[in-house]
């Protein structure tokens, strides 16, 4: 390995992948309940185990997030991490925090907001890790060579960060509150995690396909632009019905619409590059990760959230199962499956061994990728059958959820084949396979 310190992701990476099985199984434990609501009521009730399961998605994302920083960082500045030490104190503390957190959920010690129902000790460390983390990549940044790819990355990482302080501010006032709340929640996933996401996509392309450097670093500035534009003002999407001006629901509409606009150039921007490449590089598995990230990104993402960002469509979509497929596809296929890009592409690297078996990676791509587009097919169809009964013709909320049991079954089938393959995939990184096979590079 060129640089030393690139090591500094593997325990980042490692925790990522058990934290994506801890969330996928809390998404089982969730599933099993909606169709057997009295399943673990008193051991682990279900607002307990949603909770559970959408944190140690954050979580693991950004554990991913900080791992591909510290591996992609001293190729691309030539440089190596400004401080180890400080890098394993960060993750030892992040990782302690993520555990009080759970632990504090099984006792009910939690606050009410969605997403940010840490403890205010918890965000006060979450703040300290992060404010770790920035001064090491950016004292990085600063010695070393500044690259597109590695100032897009460190732009996002900025931005999560200072965009997060705005879990701090609690207001009575509910309105006030959904207001700064989704500063948080929208434009960390529709805002400057997809900086994070191009930057990580435009170093893999790079490294596995030999296309010139600059071609790809134009490629991110109209990704970038085209993100930052639509994404800002489409945080309107948000404040429809929360007691904002009714302006929002123009100004919303119409920029979020252009939301899926990055999505597909994205899309275009990885096929077009692939197609151009003057390299067969043996990772076939990484690549195949890439092209999936932008497919399924732009379809979880950018279609779907297309369906019903509409103001006059979301005023009957809004908080049912069209939400819940947008949601589920849109991180799998943007975050999650980038993630597991970088995961498969550096593993080899980091752990020094060859040969590196491929066909259960791929296998796990395609059951679990075939998984998580069931189940948003089938969260789709129920929510459109609960929109028409439940919006439409007036019927009671639980009535429409006892016709919605067949779907909740077949989304628990499809989340326990996304569950086997999450495990496969893990099996596969440690795995050897039987063929010898050149040098990752």
């Not at 001006?245 to 979020?256: A, D, E, M, R, T």
């Not at 590196?356 to 796990?364: I, R």
């Not at 959820?401 to 628990?412: G, I, N, S, T």
Request: charged residues 10%; contains cysteine.
């Amino acid at each position: 390995m060129k640089y030393q310190t690139q090591k500094l992701a593997y325990p980042y990476f490692i925790a990522a992948m058990g934290l994506f099985v801890a969330q996928v199984l809390g998404g089982l434990i969730s599933g099993t309940i909606y169709v057997f609501p009295n399943f673990l009521s008193v051991v682990l009730p279900f607002n307990i185990i949603r909770m559970i399961h959408t944190n140690a998605l954050i979580v693991w994302l950004l554990m991913g997030f900080f791992g591909a920083a510290y591996y992609l960082l001293p190729e691309e500045t030539e440089t190596e991490i400004y401080s180890p030490k400080l890098a394993w104190i960060q993750f030892w503390l992040f990782l302690f925090g993520a555990a009080a957190a759970v632990v504090g959920y099984l006792f009910h010690i939690h606050e009410g907001r969605e997403f940010l129902e840490q403890p205010t000790w918890i965000k006060a460390a979450i703040v300290v890790v992060a404010l770790m983390f920035l001064f090491n990549i950016t004292m990085t940044m600063l010695r070393g060579k500044r690259t597109v790819i590695a100032t897009i990355l460190t732009m996002g990482l900025w931005g999560l960060a200072l965009f997060f302080l705005f879990a701090f501010y609690d207001p009575a006032n509910l309105s006030l509150d959904k207001l700064y709340w989704w500063y948080v929640v929208h434009l960390w996933v529709e805002g400057v995690w997809e900086l994070i996401l191009a930057a990580i996509l435009g170093f893999l392309l790079i490294k596995m396909t030999g296309v010139d450097r600059e071609v790809i670093e134009k490629w991110l500035y109209v990704i970038v632009g085209l993100a930052l534009f639509s994404g800002i003002l489409g945080t309107g999407h948000h404040y429809y019905w929360i007691g904002t001006p009714g302006y929002w629901q123009w100004l919303g509409s119409i920029f979020s619409a252009m939301e899926v606009f990055p999505f597909l150039a994205m899309v275009i921007f990885a096929f077009y590059i692939i197609r151009k490449s003057s390299r067969n590089h043996p990772n076939k598995a990484a690549l195949l990760w890439v092209m999936g990230c932008t497919v399924l990104s732009f379809f979880g993402a950018g279609v779907w959230g297309f369906m019903h960002t509409l103001a006059p469509i979301n005023y009957y979509t809004h908080g049912t199962q069209i939400t819940a497929a947008h949601g589920h596809l849109a991180f799998f296929g943007a975050y999650v499956m980038i993630n597991l890009a970088i995961i498969t592409y550096a593993m080899p690297h980091l752990r020094g061994m060859q040969p590196y078996n491929q066909n259960l990676n791929m296998w796990s791509f395609w059951i679990m990728s075939s998984g998580m587009v069931f189940m948003t097919f089938i969260l789709t169809i129920a929510g459109v059958l609960q929109v028409h009964l439940e919006r439409v013709m007036g019927m009671n909320y639980m009535e429409v959820q006892d016709q919605l049991a067949l779907f909740y079954w077949m989304r628990l089938g499809a989340g326990l084949v996304v569950v086997l393959a999450v495990l496969l995939f893990v099996y596969s990184i440690f795995s050897k396979g039987k063929e010898e096979q050149a040098t990752i590079n």
